[in-house]
Every structure is written in structure tokens, then in C-alpha cells.
């Protein structure tokens, strides 16, 4: 009876399920930590509202780079999109949709869809490129997406919307209109409306989607795709289909994080979404590893938390920071590191199960 209660209990619970469940677990332990920590007054409130979006960014960006295995740049544009989208849309129902609960996950969502669709429009054409030559096409596509919305001026009223590429005189606005966009200065007004809470429970949907996509049916096609093109092809999967499905939903999750980002802060200004976050986001796929999303979190965490612990020695922040970077890139990328963690994490396991099994004997 036993052994048919441990077997039913493997079953139910697979290997990625436990993985996953894992992964929640960490995030809603990290959540409680920082929560004490940010009441301690040990880290600011402006660190906690760039941290999530930051994980939500690298564990998008992970499912293009990590499952899909195509080298993006441009996933800071996807931010951008969706971070002026959504601002944009809080400002203009600020006085109609007045309860938060309702207008804030609206945002997010509006934010994300404009994002996927700006993915989509890229994603036909640059998906037909690889290697080097995608990667340059993104990331000019990002600079594209940043430099358009810094000459953009947007208002409105009684006549409608006025839009102008040049200078805001353009604009014309009655003198009881109201200005969203003011070009290179961006966005001001922008309502508070993101906490580390609603971040939180973000970031735990963001891993919900990422690994049922990754054990669904499309990312085992996609993971196919990944590992050979033309045995992929053979078989009759669609190439262009599920390239295009992988992108889009990494534009989508990147939407949300930029969401997020510019519901943090009162003023959004485009010259922060360039190819340095794009980079920067690069940074943490490829250290936590790349296809790893549970990693892809915990570099974020610790590469964005460990600036802020160093600040008290400011002369060698840089420095240990760099040492770091240069330990966790050995240790994620060398083949007897890799090995020694899993000989002794696998020795670790069977003597824990061994000692289950002499205490249900």
C-alpha cells in the first residue's frame, strides 16, 4: 500500500511540476524577505520597484534567447512600448476609471497587447534573420522605438487628440487642454499605482505562463526548433509560426514589466529603455543560464541588490561587483563546476531519501 501511495504521488507530481512549485516557492520567500527588509528601511523603495520588473523582463526575455534560442537586443523598445501605452491609459481614465483595482491591471494588460502587437509586426520580417544579423536588427529597432517616443508630443481637447513629431507649439492645444506627451521630458502625472505587492503577484503570474508554455505542446516545438531548424521542419512543425508565438509572448511579458517600471515612478522619460537594459537584461539570462528560468530570476535579485548592499564601500563597489559577474559566468558556464554542483546535489537527495526510507520502515 505503500509503495502504490509513493508511486501515485510521483505521478501527480512530475519533475517540472516540482520545479516550478519551486520556483513559487522562492519568489514568495525573496517577496517576504524584502518586505522586511524595505520596512527595516535596509533598501530603498525605489530599488524594490525596479527589481520586478526587472525579473519579469529576464524571464521574458529568457523564453526568446534561452527556449527559443534567437539572440534579441531590442527587448527594451517591448518595455518602452509598454510602458507609454500603459501610462498613457492611466492618465487619460484617471478621472473615469477611478478604482485602481480596475484601471491598474487594465493598464498592464493594455500595455502588454500593444507590446505583443509592436512584437508581431517585427517578429514577420526579423524572424527570417539569425544569429548576429538578428540581434543588430533588434537592437536598431529598440533605438528606433526609444527615439520616436522622445520627439513625440501628445495632448488633448475639446477639438480631440493632437500629435506632433516636431516641437509642441505644433500641438496647438486649447488653453484648458491637457499635455501627456512632452517630448524628450516624456511623460509627468503618471499615477502611483504599482506597489512590490502587485509586483509580486506579477512576477508569480509571469513564471505561471513561462513554464506552462515551456511544458506545453507549442514549447516542446519550440525547444525542437531550438535544437535543430530543418529536423524540425521535416517533421511538418510551422517554423515561422512558433517563432513568431515565442516572440510575441516575450513582447507581451516585456509590455507588462514596462507597465510596471512607469507605474513607479512620476515622470517616464524614453532615454532609459536603450540598448544598455537590453544588455543589462542579457546580463542576467546568460548568468542565472540561459533556458533557466528559475535562474533568470535569482540573477536578477542578486545583480540588482548587490550595487545597492555595496554602497557603503563606494571606491570597490564596482570592483566586487565585477568579481561577481566573473564567479556566477564561471560557475553557470564551466562544464567541471556544472558537474561537482550536480555529483554532490545528487548525493545530497540520496541520502535524504535514504533516510525517508528508514523511517517508513
Known amino acids: 500500500m505503500k509503495k502504490e501511495g509513493a508511486s501515485a504521488k510521483t505521478k501527480f507530481f512530475k519533475p517540472q511540476t516540482r520545479k516550478s512549485f519551486i520556483t513559487y516557492a522562492m519568489v514568495i520567500v525573496a517577496f517576504v524577505v524584502m518586505q522586511i527588509l524595505s520596512s527595516g528601511g535596509y533598501i530603498s523603495s525605489m530599488l524594490t520597484g525596479l527589481l520586478v520588473p526587472l525579473c519579469v523582463y529576464a524571464v ?89 517616443f522622445a520627439a513625440l508630443y501628445l495632448g488633448y481637447d475639446s477639438k480631440g487628440v493632437h500629435v506632433s513629431l516636431k516641437s509642441l507649439s505644433n500641438l496647438n492645444l486649447e488653453p484648458d487642454g491637457k499635455l501627456i506627451l512632452n517630448g524628450p521630458q516624456g511623460i509627468s502625472g503618471t499615477p502611483n499605482d504599482s506597489t512590490f505587492i502587485i509586483g509580486a503577484v506579477m512576477l508569480l503570474i509571469t513564471l505561471i505562463i513561462a513554464y506552462n508554455f515551456v511544458y506545453s505542446r507549442t514549447g516542446r516545438a519550440v525547444m525542437a526548433i531550438r535544437d535543430n531548424v530543418i529536423a524540425a521542419e521535416s517533421v511538418g512543425l510551422n517554423i515561422t509560426k512558433y517563432k513568431l508565438i515565442t516572440f510575441a509572448l516575450t513582447a507581451f511579458l516585456a509590455g507588462c514589466a514596462g507597465a510596471l517600471y512607469s507605474h513607479n515612478f512620476y515622470t517616464l522619460q524614453a532615454s532609459k529603455f536603450d540598448y544598455n537594459l537590453s544588455i543589462l537584461i542579457l546580463v542576467f539570462v546568460v548568468l542565472g543560464g540561459i533556458g533557466n528560468i528559475r535562474g533568470s530570476v535569482i540573477a536578477a535579485i542578486v545583480l540588482v541588490l548587490l550595487p545597492e548592499m555595496l554602497r557603503s564601500i563606494n571606491s570597490y563597489r564596482m570592483l566586487i561587483y565585477s568579481i561577481v559577474l566573473i564567479a556566477m559566468m564561471i ?31
Do not use: H
Open 60 to 148: 521574458s526575455l529568457n523564453l526568446t534567447v534561452g527556449i527559443l534560442g534567437e539572440l534579441s537586443l531590442g527587448q527594451a523598445g517591448f518595455m518602452c512600448v509598454g510602458a507609454y501605452t500603459s501610462a498613457i491609459f492611466s492618465i487619460v481614465t484617471s478621472e473615469t476609471i477611478e478604482n485602481v483595482w480596475i484601471r491598474f491591471p487594465l493598464a498592464i494588460l493594455i500595455g502588454g497587447i500593444v507590446a505583443a502587437l509592436f512584437g508581431i509586426l517585427i517578429g514577420i520580417p526579423v524572424l527570417r534573420l539569425k544569429g548576429d544579423y538578428l540581434a543588430i536588427v533588434t537592437l536598431a529597432f529598440g533605438e528606433i522605438i526609444k527615439n520616436v
Open 331 to 361: 560557475v553557470t558556464s564551466n562544464e567541471k563546476t556544472k558537474t561537482f554542483i550536480s555529483t554532490n546535489t545528487a548525493k545530497f537527495k540520496a541520502l535524504f531519501k535514504r533516510e525517508k526510507v528508514k523511517e517508513a520502515e
